[in-house]
């Protein structure tokens, strides 16, 4: 299913994974002897014959995909549209989870126009502009009215167009998605809020 990965800084990539790259709860278990680069979290599609999303990677800051992992978990638990941004000083990506009863199907979506590419899909926003707004009212709202105006188009990468309407159990999306959030949170612990004390 969906897995958050973490890698070894010193590691040189591509549009592969990095070689030290490990799903962060092998990470937690193992504890290699470095330390993530948390800025730059992989976000990976494990499904048989699937896309792995590699080149759509890596994904971004981990304190701003972990909230976002527990918000897609309380949409889809509603039978609702939920959405993953990409957290990074590129050109943001939208993953859509669009659930149908007992599926989920992913899709990249094509890149939203301004404000809305810089809105998260999070109440509490890591990003704050400067006017008063409800950024995930905002983006849910152009999203769901846009929707068939939103398949990435030949501009986008070969990966954005390959990742459209996969079918996921929504069960098991849903599980493997809060269970990502713990592990993210827990290394988030680790590095981040005791380096703070």
Known sequence: MLHLYVYDPKDDFDE????SALPISVYLEQQPGWIPALEETWLVLEVSGGEPLTQLNPFGLLDFLVPQLEEAVRRLEAGKLAL???????TPLFLALEPEGEVTRLSALA??????SAYYPLSKSPFFTPESVDQREALYTYVEEHRGLLCPGQSASKA??????????????????????????HLLEIFVDKGEK
């Open 84 to 90: 993953i941004r990409s957290a990074g000083d590129w």
């Open 16 to 19: 592969e994974l990095p070689p």
């Open 111 to 116: 890149t939203l126009p301004r404000p809305w």
């Open 160 to 185: 954005e167009r390959a990742l459209q309407g996969v079918e996921l159990p929504t069960d098991e999306l849903v599980q493997s998605l809060r269970e990502e959030a713990q592990k993210g949170r």
